[in-house]
């Protein structure tokens, strides 16, 4: 049982630009949610001889002047069409204080269960948009003397590699050492003079494919999901790499990546679990990175949402009767189609939009709609590449990073092992009667 003990609301420690900042295309179309993440921490001295609200409280301030953006708050755009700005007005962050009569170890292997939501602050999404807070945080103290912080950062606000930065810096604050690295903040660096040649192709956009016989996903979306949170070895991925690499020319360039085996195996599993017949279309959807594909390339402490969505497509009776190799191409070449060219086409895409509220997963008043990318689709969010690990606030590391349970049928996350042993660990939704299926394919088939 978890007891929330006090709320502070923490400002930045110095006056900071009051103003309407704006917010780009990509930052448009995402949803007016948190990204949930847990950070858990053992019982130490350190724990013990520091009043560690205080300290968080403090660092948190303090990392709120450069990253002021984030202790402001939204509001609907005057030009409609579900856009939203964002009011740089100092309202700050709230820190949610707690108690629980767990332990750290009860906790097992970290799987994102509903007893890791309670570690996370929740909010009401049916609060008026310009009352909801940027950033979200809950210091959990355990019966053992260890900690964990219960982190959402506003999907508008930050993607995967700018939300890292923040609480990097913010842990830097709290343990006194720079030297500190501010956020790029101008996210009109995006923009162009005039609209890309390159027309954008909308039919990455498209609903995803429903089962074969049923006209909408309404009787998916209802059925139970639960998930797990399973670990892959170094020498089980390279056994997936090298059968991914069998039929690779090697003239054409490097092989097929660890994220491009495993992810190929997942999506193949998946099918497979799901009992797919032969001409079941099916998409893998995912996310990449355009900091490094425009020109010139955005800063390294670009602040903001940078990330394209891309999607590879088959029939599962393709995947399943063809090699790992097929479906690792099929996602090679997904990603391979994200040009400069591509990118600004999409923004340029997005700008022109009616409306961009249909791309958000919840509508304003908090309900779930839009596209479902459950059964027969898959939806996976790689950390492979993200400096994850070493959120020390002056009680040494994080003993596991992980996500909230923030999951959908066929939500994936593949995130790297803690220990750098050459690991990943793959948490994934699925529906309840599909999962014992896909867990026996998941090792079975490596």
Request: with cysteine; glycine share 8%; net charge negative.
């Amino acid at each position: 049982m978890v007891t929330i003990k006090a709320t502070h609301i923490v400002r930045p420690a110095e006056p900071t630009p009051e103003r309407i900042m704006y917010l780009n295309a990509c930052d448009q179309i995402k949803d007016i949610t948190h990204t949930p993440t847990i950070y858990f921490y053992n019982h130490s001295t350190k724990l013990e001889s520091q009043n560690i609200i205080s300290t968080l409280q403090d660092s948190l301030s303090k990392a709120l002047v450069l990253f002021y953006p984030l202790a402001g708050r939204l509001s609907w755009a005057e030009e409609g069409g579900s856009r939203v700005e964002l009011h740089c007005n100092g309202k700050g962050v709230p820190i949610f204080e707690a108690e629980s009569d767990s332990t750290v170890e009860d906790f097992g292997d970290f799987t994102p269960t509903p007893s890791i939501q309670a570690l996370i602050p929740s909010v009401d999404y049916t609060t008026p948009i310009d009352e909801i807070p940027m950033v979200i945080v809950q210091l959990t103290r355990f019966r053992c003397g260890g900690v964990s912080i219960g982190l959402g950062i506003s999907h508008v606000m930050a993607d995967g590699p700018s939300a890292l930065h923040f609480v990097d810096e913010w842990a830097k604050f709290a343990r006194g050492v720079g030297p500190f690295v501010a956020p790029f903040l101008d996210r009109s660096v995006l923009e162009t003079e005039k609209d890309s040649d390159y027309k954008f192709d909308p039919s990455v956009l498209r609903p995803p494919p429903t089962l074969i016989g049923q006209e909408d996903n309404m009787e998916q979306r209802k059925k139970p999901i639960t998930v797990s949170f399973l670990n892959l070895g170094k020498v089980q991925i390279e056994k997936l790499r090298n059968k991914a690499n069998l039929d690779f020319d090697k003239e054409k360039g490097r092989g097929y990546s660890r994220f491009e085996a495993v992810a190929a195996h997942i999506w193949r599993c998946t099918s497979k679990a799901r009992g797919h017949v032969s001409e079941q279309q099916t998409s893998l959807h995912f996310v990449a990175d355009f900091r490094n594909k425009v020109k010139p390339a955005l800063p390294r402490n670009y602040f903001g949402n940078a990330l394209i969505r891309v999607e590879a497509t088959d029939k599962s009776g393709n995947l399943l009767s063809n090699s790992i190799g097929t479906a690792s191409k099929k996602i090679r070449e997904a990603v391979e189609n994200v040009t400069e060219d591509k990118v600004r086409g999409y923004l340029d895409y997005l700008k022109g939009l009616p409306d961009v509220g249909r791309f958000r997963s919840l509508d304003n008043n908090g309900r779930p709609k839009g596209d479902f990318y459950g059964n027969p689709n898959l939806a996976i969010i790689s950390w492979t590449a993200l400096p994850l690990y070493g959120a020390d606030f002056g009680w040494g590391n994080e003993i596991h990073l992980g996500p909230g349970p923030m999951g959908f049928d066929g939500k994936t996350f593949i995130i790297p092992g803690r220990d750098g042993d050459g690991s990943f660990n793959v948490a994934i939704w699925l529906q309840e009667e599909h999962m014992e299926a896909f867990k026996k394919c998941f090792y079975g088939d490596i």
